[in-house]
């Protein structure tokens, strides 16, 4: 579900504070409401955009054979380190929900 950016940039005081970030945020960024269980990066995918958490947590993993291996978590304010890395370098990344 896709959300009004500024109301939350807003809503994020102490986080982003600079104001030409927020607004290069608000301008060139997609906000979405992600529910509990709901994929966001499916593992092996190309992205073409760089997640960062504004509020709660996302799991970060790999599937090998039949078990889920937990990386980390991110959470408020940080980004996933291994899609920056799938980004910038045009690889693939692993999954996260």
């Known amino acids: 579900m896709f959300m009004d950016k500024n109301e939350i940039l807003a809503k ?3 986080m982003f ?3 030409g970030l927020r607004q290069e945020m608000a301008h060139n960024s997609k906000f ?3 529910g ?3 994929m966001i990066v499916r593992e092996g995918q190309y992205l073409d ?3 960062i958490v504004l509020t709660g947590e996302i799991r970060v993993f790999q599937q090998k054979e039949d078990r889920e ?5 991110v959470r408020a304010g940080q ?3 291994m899609s920056l ?3 910038y370098f045009n690889n693939t990344s692993v999954r996260m929900e």
Not at 69 to 73: A, D, F, P, Q, S
């Open 12 to 14: 994020l005081p102490g």
């Open 17 to 19: 504070v600079e104001p």
């Open 32 to 34: 979405l409401r992600i």
């Open 36 to 38: 509990k269980g709901d």
């Open 49 to 51: 955009f760089l997640p």
């Open 69 to 73: 291996i937990l990386l980390y978590y």
């Open 79 to 81: 980004t996933c380190m």
């Open 85 to 87: 890395s799938a980004a």
